[in-house]
């Protein structure tokens, strides 16, 4: 695939992402009573307004990734039908929407496809594999539940389609009914979230290596996307399809990613809103707005310039592919 379509299927996935995390705070604000001013396809500036609808602004914006969601009453707690002044439990239901819908659309596309080669053993083999070009291996593999061996010489230039041994890996699939594909999608989301949630720890124990646990930036999950783009592309079934198993695997991972991201305790963020949220209904006491406001913009700028030093590492240290 020229590189060119796979950046725009690439801004069209991550814009995707962030789009559905808004329509999710748009979606229950509306639910619950809580007006909307302004619904933006993509980030500020705007470049021009689309349409207005029961008096939300749809907005088209200049930066092409994602979108946001502007309520009615964000710096007045005595705005009639503003979030501020809603009852705790539809903010708290507003907060935690974005997440939500975040967690549902990796649930839904893990759904659509399931491979049942692990892609763990994929990438080992083919580690190995390369490891050991024009020298002999010994496979072990299994075969109607017997086990047998072979020693091959993994080929340096093998003919088109034939592999290094012999043979290419795909993404064999196994037929399930829709209520196994909803249990298999469900296991698989809470493995990511334990898996996202415990590689802190996992770090500080040095169970991890640093490279395994940096943080990426859109320079580096681009280039995850087009590593599995090349991947997708060498396999002439998958290659047929509109977004392939690869892709699609990956854009699942990081939508749940996103959606356990925006729920760290961070003020700016949805889960800093929701800590500050807690602090109300523990203490019967709401944090002054122009406190809270200042809080968030201060972690707001600390964000930005983390987001810009994650980006600039990604092209001075590009994350390895295997």
Same mark, same amino acid.
């Given at each position: 695939?020229?590189?060119?379509?796979?950046?725009?299927?690439?801004?069209?996935?991550?814009?995707?992402?962030?789009?559905?995390?808004?329509?999710?705070?748009?979606?229950?604000?509306?639910?619950?009573?809580?007006?909307?001013?302004?619904?933006?396809?993509?980030?500020?500036?705007?470049?021009?307004?689309?349409?207005?609808?029961?008096?939300?602004?749809?907005?088209?914006?200049?930066?092409?990734?994602?979108?946001?969601?502007?309520?009615?009453?964000?710096?007045?707690?005595?705005?009639?039908?503003?979030?501020?002044?809603?009852?705790?439990?539809?903010?708290?239901?507003?907060?935690?929407?974005?997440?939500?819908?975040?967690?549902?659309?990796?649930?839904?596309?893990?759904?659509?496809?399931?491979?049942?080669?692990?892609?763990?053993?994929?990438?080992?083999?083919?580690?190995?594999?390369?490891?050991?070009?024009?020298?002999?291996?010994?496979?072990?593999?299994?075969?109607?539940?017997?086990?047998?061996?072979?020693?091959?010489?993994?080929?340096?230039?093998?003919?088109?389609?034939?592999?290094?041994?012999?043979?290419?890996?795909?993404?064999?699939?196994?037929?399930?009914?829709?209520?196994?594909?909803?249990?298999?999608?469900?296991?698989?989301?809470?493995?990511?979230?334990?898996?996202?949630?415990?590689?802190?720890?996992?770090? $500080? &124990?040095?169970?991890? #290596?640093?490279?395994?646990?940096? %943080? @990426?930036? +859109?320079?580096?999950?681009?280039? /995850?996307?087009?590593?599995?783009?090349?991947?997708?592309?060498?396999?002439?079934?998958?290659?047929?399809?509109?977004?392939?198993?690869?892709?699609?695997?990956?854009?699942?991972?990081?939508?749940?990613?996103?959606?356990?991201?925006?729920?760290?305790?961070?003020?700016?963020?949805?889960?800093?809103?929701?800590?500050?949220?807690?602090?109300?209904?523990?203490?019967?006491?709401?944090?002054? $707005? &122009?406190?809270?406001? #200042?809080?968030?913009?201060?972690? %707001? @700028?600390? +964000?930005?310039?983390?987001?810009? /030093?994650?980006?600039?590492?990604?092209?001075?240290?590009?994350?390895?592919?295997?």
């Amino acid at each position: 695939m020229p590189n060119v379509l796979v950046l725009l299927q690439f801004i069209f996935v991550f814009g995707l992402i962030v789009f559905v995390h808004e329509l999710g705070h748009f979606l229950v604000a509306k639910l619950v009573g809580v007006e909307v001013e302004e619904f933006g396809f993509g980030y500020p500036p705007r470049l021009v307004r689309l349409f207005t609808k029961k008096g939300t602004e749809f907005t088209l914006n200049w930066i092409p990734f994602g979108g946001f969601v502007r309520l009615k009453g964000e710096m007045d707690d005595g705005e009639p039908g503003g979030v501020l002044a809603a009852p705790k439990w539809k903010r708290f239901l507003i907060l935690i929407a974005g997440a939500t819908m975040n967690f549902v659309l990796g649930i839904l596309l893990i759904i659509t496809r399931l491979s049942d080669t692990p892609i763990d053993s994929s990438e080992v083999l083919i580690n190995i594999i390369g490891e050991h070009l024009e020298k002999e291996l010994t496979l072990t593999y299994l075969r109607d539940g017997a086990e047998h061996s072979a020693v091959v010489i993994p080929r340096q230039n093998p003919p088109e389609g034939q592999g290094a041994i012999g043979f290419t890996i795909g993404y064999p699939e196994i037929e399930v009914n829709f209520f196994q594909s909803i249990g298999l999608s469900l296991r698989t989301f809470w493995d990511q979230v334990k898996v996202t949630v415990s590689l802190p720890y996992n770090y $500080i &124990k040095g169970k991890i #290596a640093p490279e395994e646990a940096r %943080f @990426i930036g +859109l320079k580096g999950i681009y280039d /995850l996307f087009s590593n599995a783009a090349k991947v997708d592309q060498s396999n002439a079934e998958v290659a047929k399809e509109f977004f392939p198993i690869s892709r699609l695997s990956l854009v699942s991972m990081l939508t749940i990613a996103i959606g356990i991201t925006n729920l760290l305790p961070i003020p700016a963020l949805d889960g800093g809103q929701i800590l500050f949220l807690l602090f109300e209904g523990m203490t019967r006491k709401r944090i002054p $707005i &122009k406190v809270a406001n #200042a809080i968030n913009s201060i972690f %707001f @700028i600390l +964000l930005i310039l983390l987001f810009v /030093l994650i980006n600039i590492n990604d092209f001075i240290n590009p994350i390895p592919i295997p």
